[in-house]
């Protein structure tokens, strides 16, 4: 299976900071990565797919990259309501299989 | 729009059976791959199982093989999970999704969610 690891498990910026988040995974997923956005007791929404493509209607403040193995998600100015869980997944292999999560908070 | 409603969630004993229902609106369903993911409480997302838009192929997770099976209507417009001999560690929120690829065969690019069902395994 792939692992994919991502860090850190959370993270406290202030408004208007930039945040990034990596993804390791444990083998190439040749850019089959995609990055999803869950608010508390709300279902995850797709923020952008296939490394760096960004959804439609998901603000220009988010954007990913990265290649083979490492890969990375950044909001380039934090809002309030960005304050959610984070999570990577990858679709190379079966099992399909998702980060751990990334929590994100105002500090 | 777009909308997944799933249904048919609830407590059952361990060993026991549920059948998952997800209905959808908005899009041409016979279209797309669908999928199921699960999330256990606090805890982060998991694939559960695929299908694809004709339903010729059909992938789970390793450890729910044999227990679980997904299916679908495309008449009915309705996706289903069939779960078997059901485990205190399926307890979960389950998820159904769509797949954003028109007919992606081995896609997981989940871009429509339903609110979830939620399912307790519990004597």
């Known amino acids: 299976d792939i692992q994919m690891t991502q860090s850190p498990s959370s993270l406290s910026a202030s408004v208007g900071d930039r945040v990034t988040i990596t993804c390791q995974a444990t083998q190439d997923i040749n850019n089959f990565l995609n990055w999803y956005q869950q608010k508390p007791g709300k279902a995850p929404k797709l923020l952008i797919y296939d490394v760096s493509n960004l959804e439609r209607g998901v603000p220009s403040r988010f954007s990913g990259g990265g290649s083979g193995t490492h890969f990375t998600f950044t909001i380039s100015s934090l809002q309030p309501e960005d304050v959610a869980t984070y999570y990577c997944q990858q679709y190379e292999n079966l099992p399909r299989t998702f980060g751990q999560g990334t929590r994100v908070e105002i500090k | 729009e777009m909308q997944l409603v799933e249904s048919g969630g609830g407590l059952v004993k361990p060993g026991g059976s549920l059948r998952l229902s997800c209905a959808a609106s908005g899009f041409t369903f016979s279209t797309y791959s669908m999928h199921w993911v699960r999330q256990a409480p606090g805890k982060g997302l998991e694939w559960v199982s695929s299908i694809t838009s004709t339903g010729h192929y059909i992938y789970y997770a390793d450890s729910l093989k044999g227990r679980f099976t997904i299916s679908r209507d495309n008449a009915e417009k309705s996706l289903y999970l069939q779960m078997n001999r059901l485990r205190a560690d399926d307890t979960a929120v389950y998820y159904c999704?769509?797949?954003?690829?028109?007919?992606?065969?081995?896609?997981?690019?989940?871009?429509?969610w339903g609110k979830g069902t939620t399912v307790i395994v519990s004597s």
């Open positions: 999704a769509k797949d954003r690829n028109l007919y992606g065969s081995g896609s997981l690019v989940l871009d429509v």
